[in-house]
């Protein structure tokens, strides 16, 4: 059968054998195309064209056979595979031929696929991405993601996913781009912009899809699926940002998410995905829902069965139904009945169609299996991932500068559960890496350090559980060496979907071990591989240097091994706080001051037995050299609304080595009708220094970057004093001021 396959695919690649759907749809506009092919569409094709299947985790023989019989149907548009179990490209082939050749009308399925950190290639978790600070480089990322997907017949990407998170415990953290909407938005684009390139209908173009819309990260407790309650003004400032970036940039379908909204679950909010997306924005893709979650408008209590939640979904604005089914099964009725408009399928159809076509889907159906192998961890590939990660890493504290190592060590102990690891480097969501691809930490270090040093490797414990079986070991090497690496942290599988923590302290008996190991006495390097901000205090407050790597990905070991040893000067910063402890979360930079901000008198905002300020903040992130910022200018110091301000800074690298460092720009509207957050994150620039050289960074703060949602809902710049900030995170740095002399009469950005 599968020679066959293959036998019939090659046949038709080489004949170039063009769809019927692709002749019946040659000439005229893409809308005139769409136009043509509703015509002609029943109603059941019509709702075949919005149902989306899972691909099945086990293949039998009578379930393939009943995917056939559908899709010769015209049942089925889509279909999605999970991350572990990619459909293979034969069999991707094989299910078109069927859609294209057999089907009535020859409309083609669209592949989807969770490529969100990679498809084999991985590059570090995208929350450790945004770490790099680098838009180019993610995009660059991205762009290879799409090249291995797209060669291995995935035509659409559930990425990226552009969820503000705020609570760590939220495992999903992992997959997003942090706390901050401004930066948010940039990764936003930039995955977009990778993902899809210029021309939606290149052979290299993966469809983007930003999810999940809206507000999934807000979860209450941090408990993955859970209830958000987000005023609108919040909605708008913080959650919606990255999405309207994302959609600006050009993505072409956008994923609702499972969560409610103060009472409106998100796969049915009119308000979010038709009021606000395609009619505000004027979003031209389509809407996906979540897995099975028109469904889950029954337990939602929103529906009070399945016709019901068909209705509401698709009213609200959802055109295609992930997994459910429910508007295969119900719409046809509804429709019959009148309680739903034909023409409001006719609308979900009409945008499933438009990228489909406007994808290059109708005109190059099939995927050449010979082009899949060759793009896959080829060595570019393989490089940018090594960029990638060791960009992504901050180092987080290095005390009398004990990193960067120096290889020629006699002894160093490399210890702890991630070491000699491979599979968890992958993290979360990892499409379809291996294990075996991946460069362990220990495996990096060993490739760096001269053949004399005497490199000793001790597991100590698991990641997880309580034995503590291993410590003898681990602290007997320890003795022997010059130097340990602890490389501790959390597996793979604690964060991600439905992996939420109500700890974030180290898994296990880690921190045990650290200590353990710390009291011997010698010089301690912590490398912290993980999902998600952790709280480290004591890991900060006793060991010497620490760095973390995230999951780091395919090149992983690499990337660390890089910056431990000083062949790559570390450079990343952090985009989401660390808290001290659980009970601060949720902790982010851009707060309220509240009516009374923290301070040495009793009756204010604090917590009676830990700071406020996080481990390490929003922003930060040390170097093997040091920079000095000065000469901060804002020019002029008084603009009316509508003018925009410029900032500069001066940045000498004051150490010994070549660096880079991240500017940031920040601002607050002192006064303002609603208020405002005590800082926002508005500008950055990544500069490299050589030792004694300084630059100039420059900003223009445009009235964009000084708008808000005044007290009106309206999106103003409203007249008072800004402060503003050039500095190294979102807690240092010059700070300047300027004025905002008169009121606003209307608008003055679109939004
Ligand atoms: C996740 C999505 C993902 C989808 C398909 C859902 O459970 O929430 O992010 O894209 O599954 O795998």
Known sequence: MRLLTKVLILVMLSFGCVSRAGEAQSGGSIEQKVESLLKKMTLQEKLGQMNQIN??????????????????????????????????????????????????????????????????????????????????????????????????????????????????????????????????????????????????????????????????????????????????????????????????????????????????????????????????????????????????????GFAEDQAQAAHKALTAGVDMDMVSQAYLKELPRLVIEGKVLESVVDEAVRRILGIKLRTGLFDRPYVDPKLAEPTLLTDENLQVAREVARKSIVLLKNEKSLLPLKKDLKSLAVIGPLADNQGDLLGCWYGAGRADDVVSVLQGIRS???????????????????????????????????????????????????????????????????????????????????????????????????????????????????????????????????????????????????????????????YIDVPNAPLFAFGYGLSYTTFEYSNLKVNPSKISTGQSVKVTADIKNTGTRSGEEVAQLYIRDLVASATRPVRELKGFQKVHLQPGQTKTVSFTLLPEHLAFYDVHMNWVVEPGQFKVWVGPNCTEGLDGGFEVACRASRPVASD
């Open 448 to 606: 760096k350090v001269s053949s004399d040093c005497d490199l000793i490797y001790a597991k100590g414990c698991d990641i997880t559980g309580s034995s503590v079986d291993g410590f003898a070991e681990a602290v007997r090497l320890a003795r022997k060496a010059d130097v340990v690496i602890l490389v501790v942290g959390e597996s793979k599988d604690m964060s991600g979907e439905a992996h939420s923590r109500a700890s974030l302290d180290l898994p296990g008996v880690q921190q045990r071990l650290v200590k353990a190991v710390h009291a011997v006495g010698k010089p301690v390097v912590v490398v912290l591989l993980s999902g998600r901000p952790m709280s480290v205090s004591w890991i900060k407050e006793n060991v010497p240097a620490i760095m973390l790597a995230w999951h780091p990905g395919t090149q992983g070991g690499n990337a660390v091994a890089d910056c431990l040893f000083g062949d790559y000067n570390p450079s990343g910063k952090l985009t989401t706080s660390f808290p001290r402890t659980v009970g601060q979360v949720p902790i982010y930079y851009n707060h309220k001051n509240t009516g009374r901000p923290a301070s040495d008198s009793i009756y204010t905002s604090k």
């Open 55 to 300: 691909w099945p985790w086990e293949r039998s023989k009578a379930k393939v056979e009943l995917f056939a019989e559908q899709v010769e149907k015209g049942r089925i548009s889509s279909f999605l595979s999970l991350s572990v179990l990619p459909m293979s490209v034969g069999e991707r082939n094989e299910l078109q031929k069927i859609a294209v050749e057999k089907s009535r009308l020859g409309v083609p399925l669209i592949f989807g696929f969770d490529v969100i950190h990679g498809y084999r290639t991985i590059f570090p978790i995208p929350l450790a991405q945004s770490c790099t600070w680098d838009p180019m480089l993610v995009e660059k990322a991205a762009s290879i993601s799409a090249k291995e997907a797209t060669s291995m017949g995935v035509d659409w990407t559930f990425a990226p996913m552009v969820d503000i998170a705020r609570d760590p415990r939220w495992g999903r953290i992992a997959e997003g781009f942090g706390e901050d909407p401004y930066l948010a938005s940039i990764f936003a684009t930039a995955c977009v912009r990778g993902f899809q390139g210029r021309d939606l209908s290149s052979v290299r173009s993966l469809v983007a899809c930003l999810k999940h819309y809206v507000g999934y990260g807000a979860a209450e407790g941090g408990r993955d699926y859970n209830t958000c309650e987000i005023a609108e003004r919040t909605l708008r400032e913080v959650y919606l940002p990255p999405f309207k970036a994302g959609v600006e940039a050009g993505a072409a379908t956008v994923m609702s998410a499972f969560n409610e909204i103060s009472g409106i679950p998100a796969a049915a909010n009119r308000r979010t995905l038709t009021e606000i997306l395609k009619v505000e924005w004027r979003f031209e893709g389509f809407v996906v829902s979540d897995w099975d979650s028109v469904n889950e408008l029954i337990k939602h």
